[in-house]
T-cell receptor
């Protein structure tokens, strides 16, 4: 079974701090790695994504770091804000299938 | 707002019953995906349709089926419901491939 392992399960960060969520995958055939953000009562929303030929992608306060040799990728949220409090899912894609990690519940306290 | 709509928002039914969940994709999107989200299983891919045809299958039970109609809306049918089927069911759509999926607000199914 193709798997994407995500950690930590939950994360508490103070406002202004850096939130880091890690994911690891097994299948080297994956060719697209998105991160989704989900607020309570809402569907997941695409946040940022990266392809394996790039080692880093930054969009505003959100950065994906990708390590192809280690088969790992991570999401960094700089200057974390209370409004970033949500559940974050990493995912990996190949052949029209998205395989999701188990999610990280992020809480940012003022 | 992603542009994907799902109805109903909430559904409460009894074990053994059958329900139908409906999804309307974003305008122009040909692919529709169904996911099940539960506390212990996370987001699980169920099935994908592309322009009316089944394209990919995930962990979908035999009691579940789906279809995509000529107007591109999709329905997920769940039958012989069990307590363990209680979950959030999400529909997502994308223009062509899985690379950018836009999720609807979900249908919360409670089986009693």
């Amino acid at each position: 079974q193709q798997q994407v392992k995500q950690s930590p399960q939950s994360l508490i960060v103070q406002k202004g701090g850096i939130s880091i969520i890690n994911c690891a995958y097994e299948n080297t055939a994956f060719d697209y790695f998105p991160w989704y953000q989900q607020f309570p009562g809402k569907g997941p929303a695409l946040l940022i994504a990266i392809r394996p030929d790039v080692s880093e992608k930054k969009e505003g306060r959100f950065t994906i770091s990708f390590n192809k040799s280690a088969k790992q990728f991570s999401l960094h949220i700089m200057d974390s804000q209370p409004g970033d409090s949500a559940t974050y899912f990493c995912a990996a894609s190949k052949n029209d299938k998205l395989i999701f990690g188990t999610g990280t519940r992020l809480q940012v306290f003022p | 707002d992603s542009g994907v709509t799902q109805t109903p928002k909430h559904l409460i039914t009894a074990t053994g019953q059958r329900v139908t969940l409906r999804c309307s994709p974003r305008s122009g999107d040909l692919s529709v995906y169904w996911y099940q989200q539960s506390l212990d299983q996370g987001l699980q891919f169920l099935i994908q349709y592309y322009n009316g045809e089944e394209r990919a299958k995930g962990n979908i039970l035999e009691r579940f089926s789906a279809q995509q109609f000529p107007d591109l809306h999709s329905e997920l049918n769940l039958s012989s419901l069990e307590l363990g089927d209680s979950a959030l069911y999400f529909c997502a759509s994308s223009p062509r491939t899985a690379y950018e999926q836009y999720f609807g607000p979900g249908t919360r199914l409670t089986v009693t």
